[in-house]
């Protein structure tokens, strides 16, 4: 299996964790707060505001700018 | 602010000179928020419905991503949208307290939030281990690929950079909205 190959799978098996971990705080019984919940309550502070801005705005131009 | 002054740093190793002035800047900026606020410029006023927001991250996806990778107008839009959705945050009143109205609650992360932060650490830590193999850091490696250099490519079809601009797009509106309204949940949404 080459390194390539491996680090596809990593990448592709975080994804998949991310979505479980998503679904099962949406409809199982474990307490994990969604995505979102987690999001708005960081978002109560300036600091995070300006943070997860500048990273939303830095993804675009990264990668659809270069 | 420690994260961001790393990631400021990997850019200077990356001599980006875009990305050092923007991140640069955001330090700056909530280093003045935080000791000075911003002059409140706009008052608290109806959310845009979701659906004309989505009509608008389509619209904006298809317009905008049929046009040349990287040219102006994609520089342009970008450019302004990102402009906005921080002016827009920055000259709204200080953190809102959600629906009832009272003070915002202590500071306390809630059960479960070590998921998801283990998992973005650990995807941070492949990104990092997969950039530091890189030959240098201006050029991707086939056998350690940053996400970058495995998405790179996929932009170059415009259907699939259409639906990447919409869902950027519409993830900034949903960022502004949550921003000017922490802690409340549109009505409908689960948990």
């Given at each position: 299996m080459s390194s390539h190959l491996?680090?596809?799978l990593a990448y592709a098996l975080i994804a998949a964790l991310l979505v479980a971990v998503e679904l099962v705080a949406r409809f199982g019984t474990a307490r994990v707060p969604t995505l979102?919940?987690?999001?708005?309550?960081?978002?109560?502070?300036?600091?995070a505001q300006?943070?997860?801005?500048?990273?939303?705005?830095?993804?675009?131009?990264?990668?659809?700018?270069? | 602010m420690p994260i961001l002054l790393a990631a400021l740093a990997v850019h200077v190793v990356r001599r980006n000179v875009f990305d050092v002035v923007v991140f640069g800047l955001t330090v700056v900026v909530i280093g003045i928020d935080r000791y000075r606020r911003f002059p409140v410029s706009t008052p608290r006023r109806a959310p845009v419905p979701s659906w004309l927001v989505a009509a608008g991250a389509i619209l904006f996806g298809v317009v905008i991503g049929a046009t040349d990778v990287a040219?102006?107008?994609?520089?342009?839009?970008l450019a302004v949208?990102?402009?906005?959705?921080?002016?827009?945050?920055?000259?709204?009143?200080?953190?809102?307290?959600g629906r009832t109205g009272?003070?915002?609650?202590?500071?306390?992360?809630?059960r479960g939030w070590l998921t998801w932060a283990g998992l973005l650490v650990l995807a941070a830590l492949l990104e990092l281990s997969s950039f530091l193999q890189q030959?240098?850091?201006?050029?991707?490696?086939?056998?350690?690929?940053?996400?970058?250099t495995l998405i790179e490519p996929l932009l170059g079809s415009t259907v699939f950079r259409m639906i990447a601009l919409a869902i950027w797009?519409?993830?900034?509106?949903?960022?502004?909205?949550?921003?000017?309204?922490?802690?409340?949940?549109?009505?409908?949404e689960r948990r």
């Amino acid at each position: 299996m080459s390194s390539h190959l491996i680090t596809v799978l990593a990448y592709a098996l975080i994804a998949a964790l991310l979505v479980a971990v998503e679904l099962v705080a949406r409809f199982g019984t474990a307490r994990v707060p969604t995505l979102g919940s987690l999001l708005r309550g960081a978002l109560r502070h300036r600091a995070a505001q300006f943070g997860l801005l500048l990273a939303w705005w830095w993804i675009g131009w990264h990668f659809f700018v270069g | 602010m420690p994260i961001l002054l790393a990631a400021l740093a990997v850019h200077v190793v990356r001599r980006n000179v875009f990305d050092v002035v923007v991140f640069g800047l955001t330090v700056v900026v909530i280093g003045i928020d935080r000791y000075r606020r911003f002059p409140v410029s706009t008052p608290r006023r109806a959310p845009v419905p979701s659906w004309l927001v989505a009509a608008g991250a389509i619209l904006f996806g298809v317009v905008i991503g049929a046009t040349d990778v990287a040219g102006w107008p994609v520089r342009i839009s970008l450019a302004v949208a990102g402009i906005a959705a921080l002016w827009r945050v920055a000259g709204a009143p200080p953190a809102a307290t959600g629906r009832t109205g009272g003070p915002a609650p202590a500071g306390r992360a809630p059960r479960g939030w070590l998921t998801w932060a283990g998992l973005l650490v650990l995807a941070a830590l492949l990104e990092l281990s997969s950039f530091l193999q890189q030959p240098d850091p201006q050029t991707g490696s086939y056998d350690h690929p940053t996400l970058s250099t495995l998405i790179e490519p996929l932009l170059g079809s415009t259907v699939f950079r259409m639906i990447a601009l919409a869902i950027w797009l519409a993830a900034g509106c949903w960022l502004v909205r949550a921003c000017l309204r922490p802690g409340d949940r549109p009505p409908g949404e689960r948990r």
